[in-house]
C-alpha cells in the first residue's frame, strides 16, 4: 500500500495513530474524522485508510460486506508497514476496525516486532443480544498497551458485562457516560455527543503521550 491510500491528520510525530473504520461506514465519516482532526489539533499523527471492500464501494457506490478476516488483517499489515513498521505505530480503529487492530496487536506480539500501542472506539465485545459469543479470547493475555473507549449504553458491551471478563491489565477502559456505540448519549443525560467525543479525544492524547 502506498502512502497515497492514507489520509493524514498532523504533522511529523513520534508516534503515528491508524485508525480503522468500522464495518458499515468509510474513514470520513463525521466520528472519525472529528477524532483525527481533534487529535492532530493537539500535535498528534494520524492516519485513516479503508479495508478493500469499503474502497470499493467508494469506487462503484455498492454495498459489500466486510471482507474477511485475513484479508482484513493483510491490509493493516499493509498500512502498519507504509507508516513506517509496528514500532512507531499505535493501532486503532473503531468498532470492527478496532476488533482487527486489537487481533493484529496479538500477532505482531507473537512475532516479537510488537506495536507501540491499541486503540478503540467503541469494541465489539459481542454481537447485540448475543452476550454469549464473545470476542474477548486474545485481550486476556495482550501484552501491548491499550486503551477502550466504551459507552455506557453500548449493546456491544457495557459496564457490567465487561467488568466479567478476563481481560490483560495492560488494557485501560474509559467509559463515556450514557454513550452508545458511537459513544453518543441521550438528549435526556444532560451529555451532548460533542461532549463525549471531546472527552473520549482527551483521554487518547493522554493515553498517547503515556507511551
Not at 41 to 49: I, L, N, P, S
Not at 52 to 77: I, K, N, S, T
Request: one cysteine or more; proline letters at 8%; hydrophobic letters at 40%.
Amino acid at each position: 500500500m502506498n502512502e497515497s491510500f492514507l489520509q493524514i491528520d498532523g504533522g511529523a510525530a513520534a508516534l503515528t495513530l491508524a485508525l480503522a473504520h468500522g464495518a458499515g461506514a468509510g474513514m470520513d465519516t463525521p466520528f472519525m474524522t472529528a477524532v483525527a482532526e481533534g487529535l492532530a489539533a493537539r500535535g498528534r499523527r494520524v492516519a485513516r485508510f479503508e479495508f478493500p471492500y469499503m474502497a470499493r464501494r467508494r469506487a462503484d457506490g455498492r454495498r459489500r460486506p466486510p471482507d474477511r478476516e485475513p484479508v482484513l488483517l493483510a491490509c493493516w499489515r499493509e498500512v502498519v508497514e507504509a507508516l513506517g513498521g509496528p514500532g512507531g505505530v499505535v493501532l486503532g480503529g473503531k468498532s470492527m476496525g478496532g476488533r482487527m487492530a486489537s487481533l493484529l496487536a496479538a500477532e505482531l506480539e507473537a512475532e516479537g516486532r510488537p506495536a507501540r500501542g491499541l486503540v478503540c472506539l467503541g469494541y465489539p465485545f459481542h454481537p447485540p443480544g448475543r452476550p454469549e459469543r464473545t470476542r474477548t479470547a486474545h485481550l486476556a493475555g495482550l501484552a501491548t498497551p491499550g486503551l477502550i473507549l466504551q459507552g455506557t449504553r453500548d449493546p456491544f458491551g457495557g459496564p457490567e458485562e465487561v467488568a466479567g471478563y478476563a481481560l490483560s491489565p495492560a488494557l485501560r477502559l474509559h467509559w463515556l457516560a450514557d454513550g452508545d456505540h458511537d459513544l453518543k448519549p441521550r438528549k435526556a443525560s444532560g451529555r451532548s455527543a460533542a461532549q463525549n467525543r471531546d472527552e473520549a479525544i482527551a483521554a487518547i492524547d493522554a493515553f498517547l503521550g503515556s507511551l
